[in-house]
Structures are given as structure tokens and as C-alpha cells.
């Protein structure tokens, strides 16, 4: 450990440790991590490595991700030979029904249509990483953006039917990057470079000082509407 936490922060690492160990047996062992290898995630699995092992991780691969996100992938499975990190991939039918109809690149030009490409390579492998459990954990805070300021600790995700873990939603973004340097946790190289939001390589850009941290997701739509789905209040709509 290079740095000490803050007394502060020490209190909330517990709470967050002691929320995964709940979590962990009030499903009965039924709790999936969402690991998107941001910098909140990052420290999720390395607090869940260090208390609850038993927590499967998963990692949804768009086919789009930087070459960053996917080197600290591997990273994070030799830092934590223990942990359970499975992979998602989008359908290839799915992927190339998409392209055909619309374009390789057509998430730039509605909302509607990135959306679209959004649900093809993210909400449908959720949707399989989720099945069968009955909880999942998310690294949502919320100083993150306007669409949310308002998560809680645990609440109903009403979208996939089922209960979410948002552990470190009053944790800001000095705290995650305080443990990120205190126990030399593995983290995406392009954070360095001005991305404090990593998503998919073409919806994803570095941002400017002062502006709020995932104003480099999808820029080019209003900040109210920058969501992919996968945290929906209600189920989405759109067709297989």
C-alpha cells in the first residue's frame, strides 16, 4: 500500500465491504458484478477479491472496446487469479443485422439508432449475463452525471426484474482514485489521458478541464439522455 485512507474514507471502504458480504448472503450466493474496468469497477473487484471471492464478475465485450479496456482486462485476471471474470459477447447475427440495415457507424446520426447499437451490444448480453440471478452489483455513483444523482445503496432495478448493488454511490471521484493509489489497483491506461469514462472506442472521447466526467460519452447528445440502457427505470423496447 503506497498512501493511508482517510479516516473518512476508511469508514465507507467498510460499508462497502460489509454491503458486497451482505449482498453476497441475502441472494444466496445469486449476486453478479458488472465489471464495465472503469475506475469505480476496478475498485469493486479488488474490494470483492479481498472480502467475498464467491462474487462472480462479468464483463460485457461490445467488440468495440479500446484496445486499453481490453489489455486491463487481462490485467485484472492475473491481479486476481481467485476471481470468476467471465466474458460477453454480442450475438453476430445480431451484430451484422444491425450493420446491414443501418451502418457501421450510425450511432452518430439519431439517438434512436445508437440506442439501437447500444441494445445489440450491451442490454442483450446483459441480459444473458444477468439470467438466472437474482441481484447484481454496479459501479455507479452518484456524482457521476444528472441521470444519476439520485441511485441508492440498493434499490429495485425494475428493468431486469431484479434487485442492484450500487456500493459505492456516495463515494466521489478523489475516494475511488485515493484506493485506486493506496493498493495499486490496475486501471485503464487511458484515464491518464483525460477519459475519467471509458465506454466503446467511437462513443468515447478525452474531455477538458472542468467539464463533468462523462461529458466524453456520446458528446454529441444532450447530458439528460447520455445512458446506454443498461440502467434503465423501465424495461427497454426494442426489438430482437
Same mark, same amino acid.
Given at each position: 500500500?503506497?498512501? %493511508?485512507?482517510?479516516?473518512?474514507? %476508511? +469508514?465507507?471502504?467498510?460499508?462497502?465491504? +460489509?454491503? /458486497? &458480504?451482505?449482498?453476497?448472503?441475502?441472494? $444466496?450466493?445469486?449476486?453478479? !458484478?458488472?465489471?464495465?474496468?472503469?475506475?469505480?469497477?476496478?475498485?469493486?473487484?479488488?474490494?470483492?477479491?479481498?472480502?467475498?471471492?464467491?462474487? =462472480?464478475? !462479468?464483463?460485457?465485450?461490445?467488440?468495440?472496446?479500446?484496445?486499453?479496456?481490453?489489455? /486491463?482486462?487481462?490485467?485484472?485476471?492475473?491481479?486476481?487469479?481467485?476471481? %470468476?471474470?467471465?466474458?460477453?459477447?454480442?450475438?453476430? +447475427?445480431?451484430? #451484422?443485422?444491425?450493420?446491414?440495415?443501418?451502418?457501421?457507424?450510425? !450511432?452518430?446520426?439519431?439517438?434512436? /439508432?445508437?440506442?439501437?447499437?447500444? !441494445?445489440?451490444?450491451?442490454?442483450?448480453?446483459?441480459?444473458?449475463?444477468?439470467?438466472?440471478?437474482?441481484?447484481?452489483?454496479?459501479?455507479?455513483?452518484?456524482?457521476?452525471?444528472?441521470?444519476?444523482?439520485?441511485? %441508492?445503496? #440498493? #434499490?429495485?432495478? $425494475?428493468? *431486469?426484474?431484479?434487485?442492484?448493488?450500487?456500493?459505492?454511490?456516495?463515494?466521489?471521484?478523489?475516494?475511488?482514485?485515493?484506493?485506486?493509489? +493506496?493498493?495499486?489497483?490496475?486501471? *485503464?491506461?487511458?484515464?491518464?489521458?483525460?477519459?475519467?469514462?471509458?465506454?466503446?472506442?467511437?462513443?468515447? =472521447?478525452?474531455?477538458?478541464?472542468? #467539464?463533468?466526467? =462523462?461529458?466524453?460519452?456520446?458528446?454529441?447528445? *444532450?447530458?439528460?439522455?447520455? $445512458?446506454?440502457?443498461?440502467?434503465?427505470?423501465?424495461?427497454? &423496447?426494442?426489438?430482437?
Amino acid at each position: 500500500m503506497s498512501e %493511508q485512507l482517510t479516516a473518512e474514507l %476508511q +469508514a465507507k471502504v467498510e460499508a462497502t465491504a +460489509a454491503l /458486497l &458480504n451482505k449482498g453476497h448472503a441475502d441472494h $444466496e450466493g445469486s449476486l453478479v !458484478f458488472a465489471n464495465s474496468l472503469g475506475a469505480e469497477d476496478v475498485v469493486i473487484a479488488d474490494l470483492i477479491s479481498k472480502h467475498c471471492p464467491e462474487i =462472480r464478475n !462479468f464483463v460485457l465485450d461490445t467488440g468495440r472496446l479500446p484496445e486499453e479496456t481490453l489489455k /486491463l482486462l487481462d490485467d485484472v485476471r492475473k491481479q486476481y487469479p481467485a476471481l %470468476q471474470v467471465d466474458v460477453y459477447y454480442p450475438e453476430a +447475427a445480431d451484430v #451484422e443485422g444491425y450493420v446491414a440495415e443501418n451502418g457501421i457507424n450510425a !450511432f452518430y446520426d439519431s439517438q434512436d /439508432l445508437r440506442k439501437g447499437c447500444c !441494445f445489440v451490444r450491451k442490454i442483450k448480453p446483459l441480459k444473458r449475463a444477468l439470467s438466472g440471478n437474482k441481484a447484481w452489483i454496479t459501479g455507479l455513483r452518484r456524482e457521476q452525471s444528472v441521470t444519476r444523482d439520485e441511485i %441508492q445503496f #440498493e #434499490e429495485w432495478d $425494475e428493468g *431486469n426484474n431484479m434487485h442492484k448493488l450500487n456500493p459505492l454511490a456516495d463515494w466521489s471521484e478523489k475516494e475511488v482514485w485515493a484506493y485506486i493509489k +493506496a493498493y495499486d489497483v490496475p486501471y *485503464n491506461e487511458l484515464h491518464d489521458k483525460h477519459y475519467p469514462s471509458i465506454g466503446c472506442a467511437p462513443c468515447t =472521447r478525452a474531455i477538458s478541464m472542468g #467539464e463533468d466526467v =462523462r461529458s466524453g460519452r456520446w458528446w454529441w447528445e *444532450n447530458p439528460e439522455n447520455r $445512458e446506454c440502457g443498461l440502467h434503465p427505470a423501465t424495461p427497454l &423496447n426494442f426489438k430482437k
